[in-house]
């Protein structure tokens, strides 16, 4: 199975790896009598109410960063730590990554896909997991939080990855956004045409002040 791993700044931790076997079965037990069989506790069911569920959609185009949002909601009345891993940390910038909600809180995760030039293909399986604790009273070092963990008190839940090809407007629009960014608008001639009109004297103002001057003489003249 793919290693999974923290996404912090697309990039992987050292201590805070984890090999996916950790989350799965665990190796079965010798044979014994039906009679002394006894079942594994069954792990503690999610205390988050996560929005969306299941699925992280990534619609392209992929030439820029995608990000995908993921919103985390603590009903129960207790402080929770989480923390959310990936199984292609160089893939995904995750921000925050970890951290402490509060209780009825909820806290809004953003899963930025890298650009790349051709996107991811569907074949891509890639996944997100969500892994919580309820929080001890202390949480100021958070690693030493999950370091001093209860195996049997983790809640996790899994989301896949989806990825969606753009539409052709999408793809109009990403090719209008590059465009205007490599040729920024330059003031066209127009912008000067209305100082230009504010300039000039119409030309019935002219006739007008021209005819009051000779009316003016000829009156004057005819009074002297």
């Known amino acids: 199975m793919a290693r999974i791993r923290d996404a912090q700044d697309g990039v992987a931790r050292g201590h805070g790896g984890c090999d996916a076997e950790t989350w799965g079965r665990e190796p079965p037990p010798a044979p014994v009598p039906m009679a002394s069989a006894s079942r594994a506790p069954a792990k503690p069911p999610q205390v988050l109410v996560l929005d969306p569920p299941t699925d992280l959609k990534f619609k392209g185009p992929f030439t820029a960063v995608v ?41 809004t995760v953003a899963a930025m896909l890298q650009p790349s030039c051709c996107g991811p293909s569907r074949e891509v399986k890639h996944k997100f997991m969500v892994q919580t604790v309820f929080a001890p009273p202390d949480t100021s070092d958070l690693e030493a939080v999950w370091r001093g963990a209860n195996p049997g008190e983790l809640m996790d839940s899994k989301l896949r990855c989806v990825f969606e090809a753009p539409t052709e407007s999408d793809k109009l629009e990403e090719g209008l956004r590059l ?5 920024p608008d330059k003031p066209g001639p127009s912008s000067c045409t209305p100082l230009k009109l504010d300039c000039t004297t119409p030309l019935p103002v002219v006739l007008l002040v021209i005819g009051a001057v000779f009316f003016g003489f000829f009156l004057g003249k005819f009074v002297m």
Do not use: D, M, Q, W
């Open 67 to 107: 990000t995908a949002h993921l919103k985390l909601r603590n009903p129960s009345a207790r402080r929770v730590c989480f923390k959310v891993k990936s199984t292609s940390p160089r893939r995904y910038c995750v921000r925050p990554n970890s951290g402490v909600i509060e209780p009825g809180c909820t806290v």
């Open 179 to 183: 465009r205007k960014a490599a040729h």
